[in-house]
């Protein structure tokens, strides 16, 4: 089993809708938890980080941790075309990032 | 610098020639990390240094492989006798604690 497991997509969907992105993992010694946000041939930026359970929210985005069930989400609210691009979860155990294969989303105006 | 700088930022290479890729993290970062993204797919660790502890080399995937970092600063990545399946990008990162900042990265191509 891999330590972090996130559907690829890819995810299509019109401007202003609600999207929702999500990991699971394994290793129960995690305690931060990113999200990542990749544009093509760029590298990745830090979109959110949360630790330990909860929710985190800036502006439109959204992350929810639920350690009980290993399970981590992003919500995007009122999407846009800028938001075209590949969304990766890392959580981490104080060391090194544990990265999901990532999920390409696209927003259509 | 303000934020994680590698260099070359791209690199064409024989087959079995050897490489080295530089990467500069942010000022003050104690942690180092280098990743490798093949075309298509996710990001796979490669090695964390962390302050003066040994480094985490769980994944580098040959000898061929080997990276060090100069204190608290620039860290070199080699690969030695590149394979074609060494073409990639490999990503540096940094950090203090927590998140941490991704540079750019250096495409390997191997031809």
């Known amino acids: 089993q891999k330590e972090v497991e996130q559907d690829p997509g890819p995810l299509s969907v019109p401007e202003g809708a609600i999207v929702s992105l999500n990991c699971t993992y394994s290793?129960?010694?995690?305690?931060?938890f990113m999200w990542y946000r990749q544009y093509s041939r760029k590298g990745p930026e830090l979109l959110m980080y949360?630790?330990?359970?909860g929710n985190k929210e800036d502006g439109r985005f959204t992350a929810q941790v639920d350690k009980s069930s290993k399970y981590i989400s992003l919500f995007i609210r009122d999407s846009q075309p800028s938001d075209s691009a590949t969304y990766l979860c890392?959580?981490?155990?104080?060391?090194?990032?544990?990265f999901g294969r990532g999920t390409q989303l696209t927003v259509w105006p | 610098g303000a934020g994680v700088s590698q260099s070359p930022s791209n690199k064409v290479t024989e087959k079995g020639k050897d490489v080295e890729l530089r990467c500069d993290p942010i000022?003050?970062?104690?942690?180092l990390y280098w990743y490798r993204q093949r075309l298509g797919q996710g990001l796979e660790f490669l090695i964390y240094?962390?302050?003066?502890?040994?480094?985490?080399k769980s994944g580098l995937p040959s000898d061929r492989f080997s990276a060090e970092r100069t204190g608290e600063s620039v860290s070199t990545l080699t690969i030695q006798r590149t394979q074609q399946e060494d073409s990639a990008v490999y990503l540096c990162?940094?950090?203090?604690?927590?998140?941490?900042?991704f540079g750019s990265g250096t495409r390997l191509t191997v031809v």
């Open positions: 949360t630790y330990s359970s």
């Open positions: 290793n129960s010694a995690f305690q931060y």
């Open positions: 990162a940094s950090s203090e604690w927590g998140p941490i900042a």
């Open positions: 240094f962390q302050g003066n502890s040994a480094p985490d």
């Open positions: 890392a959580p981490s155990d104080l060391g090194r990032l544990y």
């Open positions: 000022s003050g970062h104690t942690a």
